[in-house]
Nanobody, 118 residues
Framework: QVQLVESGGGLVQAGGSLRLSCVAS????????MGWYRQTPGKQRELVAS???????MYADSVKGRFTISRETPKKTVYLQMNSLKPEDTAVYYC????????????WGQGTQVTVSL
């Protein structure tokens, strides 16, 4: 059974930084994509950033130049370094792990709150 455990959320002032971490455990196919999504009340969950096993990254336009995703594949860990945070970045951030092995496997963490104050 795959589990994802996030950490690093919290309250920060606008312009500040936070670093989110997510550790995966369980049976995970070696070729996979790990990513971060976020959700605010009443809105759909949206992709923030993702990174494949070989290091290919993707970012939402709203975070380009401010957020950096990275991973330590042997440790099954993904990070999201968030700089120059804005109040509109306030959301619950979810870690995601996805891989295809015959069928699609999609796993989520429990979420961590990020709040950016003025």
């Amino acid at each position: 059974q795959v589990q994802l455990v996030e950490s690093g959320g919290g309250l920060v002032q606008a312009g500040g930084s936070l670093r989110l971490s997510c550790v995966a455990s369980g049976n995970i196919f070696s070729l996979n994509t790990m990513g971060w999504y976020r959700q605010t009340p009443g809105k759909q969950r949206e992709l923030v950033a993702s990174i494949t096993t070989i290091g290919t990254t993707m970012y939402a336009d709203s975070v380009k130049g401010r957020f950096t995703i990275s991973r330590e594949t042997p440790k099954k860990t993904v990070y999201l370094q968030m700089n120059s945070l804005k109040p509109e970045d306030t959301a619950v951030y979810y870690c995601n792990l996805n891989f295809k092995l015959g069928r699609n496997y999609d796993y989520w963490g429990q979420g961590t709150q990020v709040t950016v104050s003025l």
